[in-house]
């Protein structure tokens, strides 16, 4: 079990850019898989970027494809995501998940979950 705590959500305005950290838990944060997840008012739970534990391997989904970018630093058991160009239709609860076994992009079974940080855009 890893436990995970993000931060940097906020206020911004549409076309400004806001980056999210996500702290794991000491020695369990290499061997992850690593994704953000959102959960907009009144939507689903939506997929939005996911690296694998060796960071070699990204997914993104296509709406936030070419504006956000997922990112790792192990040696700081942090995980980033740098959102640029934002929209209106981005504002959510943005969460970090994390996953063991193999990497299949946006499909990784991921068991661990932060408790998400408010992220809203204003025009």
């Known amino acids: 079990q890893v436990q995970l705590v993000e931060s940097g959500g906020g206020l911004v305005q549409t076309g400004g850019s806001l980056r999210l950290s996500c702290a794991a838990s000491a020695r369990t944060n290499n061997r992850y898989n690593m994704a953000w997840f959102r959960q907009g008012p009144g939507k689903e739970r939506e997929f939005l970027a996911s690296m694998s534990w060796t960071g070699g391997s990204t997914d993104y989904a296509d709406s936030v494809k070419g504006r956000f970018t997922i990112s790792r630093d192990s040696a700081k058991n ?9 929209k209106l239709d981005d504002t959510a609860v943005y969460y970090c998940a994390a996953g063991l076994g193999p990497y299949y992009g946006r499909r990784t079974v991921y068991s661990n979950w932060g408790q998400g940080t408010q992220v809203t855009v204003s025009s």
């Open 78 to 86: 942090t995980v980033t995501l740098q959102m640029n160009s934002m």
